[in-house]
């Protein structure tokens, strides 16, 4: 097990950010990015269940990205509101959870590691 699997990945600059997109591309896996920002009381509620996530399903990468720490990335990717977390497959978002809700968060994540992964044309 790679010393990422099963755990939530910061990422502190541009290069780091890129550096795993990079990754995830490659491998194909699903990768969940958590906008987060350290003022935001929903965001240090939603942390550990993302911790707890990364645990269980070590086939998903999951970073955290600080909007403040990296303004250009929360930019780039259009995130108005945190926590939001992007999901993201090959570069392009295939899902996305506005807000604290964990229900709504471990769902996702469940449908997109069950689902069968398809070739793109």
């Known amino acids: 097990m790679a010393a990422e699997e099963g755990q939530v990945i910061a990422c502190h600059t541009t290069e780091a950010w890129d550096e795993q997109l990079r990754k995830g591309n490659e491998t194909k896996k699903l990768i969940v990015v958590d906008f987060t920002a350290s003022w935001c009381g929903p965001c240090r509620f939603i942390a550990p269940i993302l911790s707890e996530l990364?645990?269980?399903?070590?086939?998903v990468t999951f970073l955290k990205?600080?909007?403040?720490?990296?303004?250009?990335?929360?930019?780039d990717w259009a995130v108005e509101a945190m926590p939001t977390f992007i999901f993201l497959k090959e570069?392009?978002?295939?899902?996305?959870?506005?807000?604290a809700k964990?229900?709504?968060l471990v769902a996702k994540v469940t449908q997109h590691v069950a689902a069968p992964a398809t070739a793109s044309a």
């Open 91 to 99: 570069g392009k978002i295939v899902d996305k959870v506005v807000g």
């Open 54 to 59: 990364a645990k269980k399903t070590p086939e």
């Open 102 to 104: 964990k229900d709504e």
């Open 65 to 75: 990205v600080d909007v403040d720490e990296l303004k250009t990335v929360a930019e």
